[in-house]
């Protein structure tokens, strides 16, 4: 049996039967105004964090989800785009697809705005999708992409980069590990399927988004998501995992490297009317600006430059 199959299995099984709290954080769901989330479909949030941001959702984006789950993001995504086929949510487990459909004819009962033909429920997986290349605006994945072997992590963010159109975002929520995860873990299937043993190193996950070729990632959230404890994981000592709230665009890398942003500022504390480093960056003295982190890196060399650390939290503004 492959790892991917006892994927396949555990999702059946908790597609039939609920567990509550199995991967989510503590927070309930993203509420909106008008918005009833069904209460099977709050049972079966599977997820570790946010896809859904709704500052970024204007314009009425087709979004492609990837791993449907109970369906509640599917249903989110839907209250922003609102017409029939805008949200395609795919998933390879037949009972999750079943459970997924079953959840939002509940909410089209719960919610006057929502018709079941918004979200458009197909079988399919990760690592190959069922749409066209450069055809949708969003594809997200929410706790999904951590079960994968890093082979496959890589496989998924190339298919997710391919049906993008240019400029089109990546949203993900995934577990990332504080250090790297001992091999006995990782190679527990169904540690992995939990979300608990697959997830890398922050710095190793965001390497695989670039390699895939995203040319800016912005992180939208980093919090504490599990412990793993020495004595029942048996290891040396406690490993804390993260949940990462991560938007990727299909933008170009620049020539000096990917534009990655963490919640930095530079500010300009010298004597000058203003600083200006001849590529782009003007800071005012005394005010921040958002920076990425290879810019940060370079500015933090003048003297006259305060650079402040990463907030794990940005959602727009600044320069690269
Ligand atoms: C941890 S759950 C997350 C569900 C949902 N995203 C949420 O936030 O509640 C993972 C989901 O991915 C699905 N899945 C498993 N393997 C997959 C694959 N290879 N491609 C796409 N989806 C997959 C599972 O059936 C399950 O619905």
């Known amino acids: 049996m492959t790892y991917l199959e006892t994927v396949a299995d555990f999702y059946t099984e908790v597609a039939e039967t609920p567990s509550v709290g199995l991967c989510c954080v503590q927070s309930t769901p993203l509420q909106l105004p008008g918005l009833e989330i069904p209460a099977s479909m709050q ?13 970024e959702l204007s314009g009425e984006p087709t979004v492609l989800y990837v791993g449907v789950g109970g369906g509640l993001e599917a249903l989110q ?27 939002l004819s509940i909410a089209a009962e719960e919610n006057a ?22 055809s949708v605006d969003v594809v997200a994945q929410n706790c999904l992409f951590n079960i994968f072997e890093p082979e496959d992590l890589s496989k998924a963010l190339q298919e997710a980069y391919r049906v993008l159109k240019p400029g089109g975002r990546l949203v993900m929520s995934d577990p990332i590990a504080t250090r790297s995860i001992p091999l ?7 540690l992995r399927a939990m979300c608990l043993s697959g997830a890398l190193t922050y710095e190793q996950y965001v390497q695989r988004i670039v390699r895939a070729g995203f040319g800016q990632v912005e992180v939208r959230a980093r919090r504490p998501y599990r412990l793993l404890d020495q004595k029942n994981y048996e290891l040396e000592e406690h490993l804390l995992l993260e949940s990462l709230d991560s938007v990727s665009f299909k933008v170009v890398i620049p020539e000096d ?5 963490t919640g930095k ?23 921040p600006l958002a920076v990425c982190d290879k810019t940060a890196g370079k500015l933090g060399k003048f003297e006259e ?12 503004g600044g320069c690269c």
């Open 77 to 103: 995504f839907a209250y922003f785009s609102r017409r029939p086929g805008a949200v395609v949510a795919i998933d390879p487990v037949d009972s999750m697809r079943q459970a997924a459909a079953r959840n």
């Open 113 to 134: 705005w929502f018709d079941p033909s918004f979200v458009i429920i197909k079988a399919g997986d990760a690592f190959d999708l069922p749409v066209p290349d450069d």
């Open 43 to 55: 049972e079966m949030n599977y997820g570790c964090g946010t896809t859904v941001h709704p500052a």
């Open 265 to 287: 500022t530079a500010v300009y504390a010298g004597a000058e009317d203003y600083f200006d480093d001849q590529v782009g960056h003007i800071l005012q003295p005394g005010v």
């Open 257 to 261: 490297g990917p534009c990655v942003f």
């Open 305 to 316: 430059i305060l650079v402040t650390d990463s907030t794990w939290h940005y959602d727009g």
């Open 184 to 190: 006995h873990l990782q190679q527990d299937e169904r």
